[in-house]
């Protein structure tokens, strides 16, 4: 199995630098149709990867063990599309963060490259101990769905102010021990010498504060996708598939966030539903099939976005 995740994240590594390495090297605002293709690209190369599932579990290659190859490619798609939804919230928070630092667009997209490969090393460690505890401790459903419900409610009720990040406790702590200076001034570059002293730029604390950000909401992502499944191998091939076309994603949504005003009560609802789920399933109350919660997953994501581009006001007419 060693050989294979050598392989596996040998590719990873391998399409993110001609992402950034080769194709996007210069810093230019990426046109939404290239975010738009790049998008489709990378979500049609998360959902086939459950093909390579299938073939997985259903020949045991590579002496794998859990369930059939058509129970694990349809957990494995559920749980793909569960954090494409939650990430779509860290989009939100992501453009904030950048209109917070006023970070030019041509350079957000190399933030965003190494914020996902911050978030990968973060997901992967995370991700291991959540599945440890859920293993060890039968008890940490009922807290991960509690969570989970809660938080869900907090969506439902509506997001508050939007906070003023960059003037933030955890930015004005960072001031205190390193200077910062403009980005803008300095390219698209993480640090400067100034004076024969290094200095941060705005870009590196605008990078720093997304991968903190994307910190807070693996807190809600890797419950949620405990609760599709407790196979190593799925949670994580699936929760990398969907960081990686973050990016892409973001330029593709960024500019429309305001059109999907009813995703984030689909969001809302979709937390309460999975922290209800973990708690009737620890406590033994109830069971839902893997194949009933993709079509529950994949039907309040489609009916937030469906409800958005019908009843949604025009940006003009919100307040």
């Known amino acids: 199995m060693i050989w294979f995740w050598l392989g596996y994240f040998g590719l990873v590594a391998l399409l993110l630098f001609l992402d950034l390495g080769v194709i996007h090297r210069k810093a230019q605002e990426q046109s939404l149709r290239s975010a738009a293709m790049w998008t489709v690209g990378w979500i049609a190369l998360g959902l086939s990867f459950s093909g390579i599932v299938f073939l997985m579990y259903e020949h045991r290659w590579l002496d794998i063990k859990g369930p059939a190859g058509g129970e694990a490619a349809i957990t494995y798609v559920s749980a793909y599309l569960l954090e494409q939804a939650l990430s779509v919230d860290n989009i939100f928070v992501i453009s904030m963060v950048f209109r917070s630092f006023k970070v030019p667009i041509k350079y957000q997209h190399r933030v965003l490259f190494w914020g996902i490969l911050g978030a990968i090393g973060f997901r992967i460690i995370m991700l291991g101990g959540g599945v440890w505890l859920a293993r060890r401790f039968d008890w940490i459903f009922y807290v991960f769905g509690a969570y989970l419900a809660w938080q869900g409610f907090q969506l439902v009720r509506g997001k508050e102010e939007e906070p003023d990040i960059e003037n933030s406790w955890g930015v004005r702590q960072v001031r205190k021990v390193v200077r910062v200076v403009n980005g803008e001034e300095h390219g698209n570059t993480f640090s400067v010498i100034i004076n024969g002293r290094r200095a941060l730029t705005t870009v590196a604390l605008c990078l720093i504060t997304i991968e903190f950000t994307d910190i807070v909401f693996a807190l809600d992502s890797i419950p949620a996708v405990l609760s599709v499944s407790s196979e190593t191998f799925i949670i994580v091939t699936s929760n990398i598939f969907a960081i990686m076309g973050l990016r892409s994603l973001y330029f593709v949504l960024a500019g429309a966030m305001k059109k999907f005003q009813y995703l984030e009560l689909a969001l809302g609802v979709l937390l309460i ?39 949604g006001k025009p940006e003009a007419e919100q307040s």
């Open 273 to 311: 539903g999975i922290g209800i789920k973990m708690i009737g399933h620890a406590g033994g109350i109830f069971h839902i099939s893997h194949l009933v919660s993709l079509i529950a997953i994949a039907g309040i994501i489609a009916s937030g976005i469906i409800a958005s581009m019908l009843f």
